[in-house]
């Protein structure tokens, strides 16, 4: 049974149809200067939900969709969950959205696919604002908290632990300060097993491009962008931490700017949502680097 926390969550966006593929959810709040957010694992669009009106408030439109896999998306079982798979997914929910040009936010894996994403599209990109993510994929290892996912048979159980109690000292503990309710973040475990028990999820982990070639692939167009760029990074997250990975996204963006760093772990969007949307709307303003 869903919990009246996603009801209403689900109540507030609506059904995107995208042909030939995935079809997803996707929420959209006031008009304005278009603001894309992506997000990683293992959450889902929920976690902008703080995000969008504070977006609207400040004159933005807010947009958020659920990757396939994760949240009220689809769950193909033939579809491409890696990184590239997503970005090219991604490129086509846009157009389906009719979303043009657009400034873009990335969390978390939603990083690399977005960075993906704009070696796609530079010429859509309007800002680029970067949450605590990963661009030198090559290096990349997964968290030990991660890596049971992708293991056979474990995997199964570690996905069920999170649509359990288990997922609130879970997230409190690596992911979010004090502040978001019990049922809060419940939600996410709902949202990560919703239809497939979590099948296509631990496809997405195990998904994980962390190779030279796809690195080699989204760093030119980083480096050589045409549009402005921050970082804005919670800086107690143990497992994305700034002086190592905020510092790799700096140099790729060739970056002069300080990183604005907030007082958040992992899940700033859950801690921050007023000053993150104050970072954005200070972005599309300005439009240069801040």
């Known amino acids: 049974m869903t919990s009246t926390r996603i009801q209403e969550w689900s109540s507030k966006g609506f059904h995107l149809d995208i042909p030939g593929t995935a079809s997803t959810h996707i929420w959209r709040q006031r008009t304005g200067p278009t603001v894309v957010c992506l997000h990683g694992v293992p959450a889902s669009a929920y976690l902008y939900r703080k995000i969008l009106p504070e977006l609207a408030n400040r004159g933005l439109e807010g947009v958020a969709m659920d990757f396939p896999g994760m949240g009220l998306a689809e769950r193909p079982s033939d579809f491409d969950y890696s990184w590239t798979g997503l970005s090219a997914w991604l490129e086509r929910a846009l157009n389906a959205a009719k979303i043009d040009s657009f400034h873009l936010v990335v969390h978390d894996v939603g990083g690399p696919v ?10 859509r990109i309007l800002s680029l604002t970067v949450h605590n993510t990963l661009v030198n994929a090559s290096r990349f290892s997964k968290p030990l908290a991660m890596r049971p996912f992708t293991v056979p048979g474990l995997g199964y159980l ?5 649509n359990s109690p288990i997922v609130f000292p879970f997230f409190r503990w690596k992911g ?15 949202l990560l097993m919703m239809g497939d028990g979590g099948r296509a999820f631990r496809k997405i982990m195990g998904g994980f491009e962390t190779t030279r070639e796809f690195e080699e692939r989204i760093l030119p167009p980083l480096r050589d962008r045409k549009f402005p760029a ?9 497992e994305l931490d700034v002086k190592s990975f ?10 002069q700017t300080e990183i604005h760093q907030v007082e958040a772990k992992h899940f700033l969007q859950e801690n921050r949502a007023a000053e993150i949307a104050d970072r954005i709307a200070l972005l599309v303003k300005s439009g240069k680097d801040v």
């Not at 570690?158 to 999170?162: C, G, I, P, S």
């Not at 905020?246 to 970056?255: F, H, P, Q, S, W």
């Open 114 to 123: 977005g960075f993906d994403l704009i070696r796609r599209i530079p010429q």
């Open 176 to 190: 979010i300060l004090a502040g978001p309710s019990y049922s809060e973040i419940r939600a996410y475990g709902e």
């Open 230 to 238: 921050q970082i804005v990074w919670g800086k107690y997250d143990s």
């Open 246 to 255: 905020g510092a790799d996204v700096k140099r790729a963006l060739n970056l």
């Open 158 to 162: 570690w996905t069920l632990q999170m």
